[in-house]
């Protein structure tokens, strides 16, 4: 079965929206980052986290590893903020070893 | 800011080819990564390296071997290319411990025909 599980698979948000996306583990994750693929392809990190939360602009994630999720919120949604949305965690610690979920696609319409 | 740079960016091999994807990373960074990406799949990691002369399986390693012959630079290859392994692929690079934060390259289009 899928090790990490993102939710929604895909996402239409209204600009100036707010939602949240969300992964759960079935491995014992120790750290998450959060990446966004933009319609160009690149993949950009948006957050790296040990339990607990981070906030960053717009958007803020955070990971609770004895619940076993992760969420990414998203406030005030604009164009920009389209594109696939991953999470990846990272199962044992120091093993460096990242699996990803199958992603989230978002789409912010004007 | 971190740069890794993958060569070449798009690439038409034959069935029963070999082929090298390379990456290039300038942030002085021990792990470096291979992924694919394939529609409904995500990434999916397949091989990794903790350093120079390191290599390591990850979870679909079959048909690919890498190589790491220094530290800037993280080779992978297929010996002999198969359609299947049409997809998209990814480098990344990442430091040592705490915020450990994974950097991708532009990635590299494979089709085998």
């Known amino acids: 079965g899928d090790k990490v599980k993102q939710s929604p698979s895909a996402l239409s948000l209204q600009e100036g929206t707010n939602s949240a996306l969300r992964c759960n583990f079935s491995i014992a994750a120790t750290t998450v980052q959060w990446f966004l693929q933009n319609p160009r392809g690149s993949l950009i990190n948006l957050f790296y986290l040990v339990p607990g939360t981070k906030e960053n602009g717009r958007l803020k994630s955070a990971f609770d590893s004895k619940e076993s999720y992760s969420t990414l919120h998203i406030r005030d949604a604009q164009l920009e903020d389209s594109g696939t949305y991953f999470c990846?965690?990272?199962?044992?610690?120091?093993?460096?070893?990242?699996?990803f979920g199958a992603g989230t696609r978002l789409k912010v319409i004007a | 800011e971190a740069a890794v740079t993958q060569s070449p960016r798009n690439k038409v091999a034959v069935t029963g080819g070999k082929v090298t994807l390379s990456c290039n990373q300038t942030n002085n960074h021990n792990n470096m990564y291979w992924y694919r990406q394939d529609t409904g799949h995500g990434l999916r990691l397949i091989h990794y390296s903790y350093g120079a002369g390191s290599t390591e399986k990850g979870d679909i390693p079959d048909g690919y071997k890498a190589s790491r012959p220094s530290q800037e630079n993280f080779s992978l290859i297929l010996e002999l290319a198969t359609p299947s392994q049409t997809s998209v692929y990814f480098c990344?690079?990442?430091?040592?411990?705490?915020?450990?934060?994974?950097?991708f390259g532009e990635g590299s289009r494979l089709i085998v025909v």
């Open positions: 990344a690079s990442g430091g040592l411990g705490v915020g450990n934060t994974l950097y």
């Open positions: 990846a965690a990272e199962a044992d610690t120091g093993n460096y070893k990242y699996v």
